[in-house]
Nanobody, 121 residues
Framework: QVQLVESGGGLVQPGGSLRLSCTAS????????MAWYRQAPGEQRESVAQ???????IYGDSVKGRFTISTDNAKNTVYLQMNSLKPEDTAVYYC???????????????WGQGTQVTVSS
């Protein structure tokens, strides 16, 4: 299987920035999709941003213009640059990858362990 390791969460003041990273344990094979989801207490998990192996991106309405998703294919890593953070962005952020990878049979779906982002003054 493919493990995902996330980093970059923390506490930030409103208006601040954070960058999340998520690295896959195996080399990915196109086509694949990498995404970030988030879940606030008492809320359902929602899609934040996603990017395909050909570079196409989709953002949730609440983060458009503030968040940017990108990848470093050589490092099997997806990033989420979060700017102009608001208290309502507070949540656990999860990385998700769907696709194929070296030495993995078939299509896999993997989730990261989650990283807490807290926006508060």
């Amino acid at each position: 299987q493919v493990q995902l390791v996330e980093s970059g969460g923390g506490l930030v003041q409103p208006g601040g920035s954070l960058r999340l990273s998520c690295t896959a344990s195996r080399r990915l094979i196109s086509p694949y999709r990498m995404a970030w989801y988030r879940q606030a207490p008492g809320e359902q998990r929602e899609s934040v941003a996603q990017i395909t192996s050909d570079g196409a991106t989709i953002y949730g309405d609440s983060v458009k213009g503030r968040f940017t998703i990108s990848t470093d294919n050589a490092k099997n890593t997806v990033y989420l640059q979060m700017n102009s953070l608001k208290p309502e962005d507070t949540a656990v952020y999860y990385c998700y990858v769907n696709g194929r990878a070296v030495n993995v049979v078939g299509i896999f779906n993997s989730w990261g362990q989650g990283t807490q982002v807290t926006v508060s003054s």
